[in-house]
């Protein structure tokens, strides 16, 4: 299993940027897709983008697409998120989560499809 560990988060102001890293270690990490996640007080953790085993493909939810990018690179086992123009609403607990299933192209969505998540990393945004 993967262990992971975000760091990165914190506060920023309304229009500003944040790049959010997720460190893993375990020698599958490079087999998995990777994702990130956020949750805000009293709301469902939702998925915030994907990226697939090798990089080749990212996927994103319609609320942060053209102003999230995801990354990684396995050499380093590490995926990043970097958020710009941030918005108050954009204010949640991010983590990052290794995929269940190996050399995968399907673009998980769901958090039950991924095995392995970090502790999470606060981000805040004020307006």
């Known amino acids: 299993q993967v262990q992971l560990v975000e760091s990165g988060g914190g506060l920023v102001q309304a229009g500003g940027s944040l790049r959010l890293s997720c460190s893993a270690s375990?020698?599958?990490?490079?087999?998995?897709?990777m994702a990130w996640f956020r949750q805000a007080p009293g709301k469902e953790r939702e998925l915030v983008g994907g990226?697939?085993?090798?990089?080749?493909?990212?996927w994103y939810a319609d609320s942060v697409k053209g102003q999230f990018t995801i990354s990684r690179d396995n050499a380093k086992n590490t995926a990043s998120l970097q958020m710009n123009e941030l918005k108050p609403e954009d204010t949640a607990v991010y983590y990052c989560?290794?995929?269940?299933?190996?050399?995968?192209?399907?673009?998980?969505?769901?958090?039950?499809?991924?095995?392995?998540w970090g502790q999470g990393t606060q981000v805040t945004v004020s307006s």
């Open positions: 990226i697939k085993w090798n990089g080749a493909v990212t």
């Open positions: 375990g020698r599958t990490f490079s087999q998995s897709a």
């Open positions: 989560a290794a995929g269940k299933y190996w050399y995968s192209s399907t673009r998980y969505s769901a958090p039950g499809d991924f095995g392995s």
